[in-house]
């Protein structure tokens, strides 16, 4: 009978799986195979012990691939093609800076830094009074309003503080942290 498969006929002649014509390079099936894993592994290994010239990569690349190429030259055109009115950085710093301006600029924050806050002060300095919004209400006309608070039925409890051991408060302290996180 004849035999279906890869290298028929090769073990009949007296030829293991791995010798002769009908080895394993003429079917991946005749011998154990890496899976993908350890195969990018293998290939991992072998280009890390080889030495690597990225002027000479980046040469073979543009001399092979065109659309490497062709994005490349883009981008440098990009980045020279910049019309002269348009500024292409933003934010740069001028490194001939006037020491006079400097030092104004200085004193004045430190001057902003000691000037107290607050709106009452302002009016002090220009001679006026905020008005008096009661001079638009009678007071005898103004009512205040309490909540009852009370339970019809229940006698009221009395507030007493409680004793809290110290440990609690940084029981706390962690409890605060966790929720923070």
């Given at each position: 009978g004849?035999?279906?498969?890869?290298?028929?006929g090769s073990e009949a002649e007296g030829r293991g799986p791995r010798g002769g014509e009908g080895g394993a390079g003429d079917c991946p099936l005749a011998g154990p195979q890496y899976n993908t894993t350890l195969l990018l592994g293998r290939e991992l290994q072998q280009v890390?012990?080889?030495?690597?010239?990225?002027k000479k990569a980046v040469q073979q690349q543009l001399r092979r691939s065109s659309v490497t190429r062709q994005c490349l030259g883009e981008r440098v055109a990009e980045g020279l093609n910049v019309p002269v009115d348009r500024q292409r950085y933003s934010g740069l710093v001028s490194l001939t800076v006037p020491?006079?301006?400097v030092l104004s600029l200085a004193v004045q924050e430190r001057l902003s830094l000691a000037r107290p806050r607050g709106d009452n002060n302002n009016n002090k300095e220009t001679g006026t009074q905020a008005?008096?919004?009661?001079?638009f209400h009678n007071v005898t006309e103004l009512v205040t309003e309490t909540p009852y608070l009370g339970v019809q039925g229940l006698s009221a409890l009395?507030?007493?503080?409680?004793?809290?051991?110290s440990a609690?408060?940084?029981t706390l302290y962690q409890k605060l942290k966790q929720w923070e996180a």
């Open positions: 004849v035999k279906a498969g890869c290298g028929a890390l012990e080889a030495n690597f010239n990225p020491v006079q301006e008005p008096d919004l009661m001079m009395p507030i007493q503080s409680q004793a809290r051991p609690s408060v940084f």
